[in-house]
């Protein structure tokens, strides 16, 4: 992350500006990264431009009601998947339990997140055999058996 010497202002849809403090790159995994990222420590959500996203990942956006599909443009597989939530895409990551949560409360959220996208990659992927869908998305199965689907 580079800082500007001179910050630019992002301009919002309501005629807001907030200024711009820096500049960089994001790694959001071992294969998804975007570049020329701004710095806006004024923001309270991390905000992605689509464009950006879909040119550095060279995929496309498909969006429902409810879920925002990354899928790279020469295999067509998913790559990313945002849910949504009060209206905004939330990226869906490799996250870690929050401090202030008791651990079971936290098993139970991301059995039922891996359930759903578990059900999602199956669904997307023409109706695989849960069995395969395991050998794909290894980490979605931790605590869950293809068998139970």
């Known amino acids: 992350m580079s800082l500007l010497h001179h910050p630019n202002k992002s301009l919002f849809a309501n005629g807001t500006t907030i200024p711009i403090k ?35 990942l ?12 990354f899928q790279d443009m020469d295999m067509g597989r998913t ?24 651990q079971a409360a936290y098993s139970t959220q991301k059995t039922a ?10 669904l997307c992927l023409g109706h695989p055999p849960f069995s395969l869908v395991k050998q794909m998305f290894p980490t979605l199965f931790r605590t869950l058996d293809p068998s139970i689907f």
């Open 22 to 56: 820096g500049k960089g790159k994001v790694n959001f995994g071992p294969n998804l990264s975007i570049n020329l990222v701004l710095y806006v420590p004024d923001l309270t959500l991390s905000l992605i431009s689509i464009k950006q996203l879909t040119q550095d």
């Open 113 to 122: 997140s891996d359930r759903a996208a578990i059900w999602l990659h199956h």
């Open 58 to 69: 060279n995929c496309n956006a498909v969006f429902s009601p409810y879920v925002c599909k």
């Open 79 to 102: 790559i990313g998947v945002a849910k949504e939530q009060h209206g905004l895409y939330i990226l869906q990551g490799r996250s870690t339990k929050p401090k202030d949560q008791p």
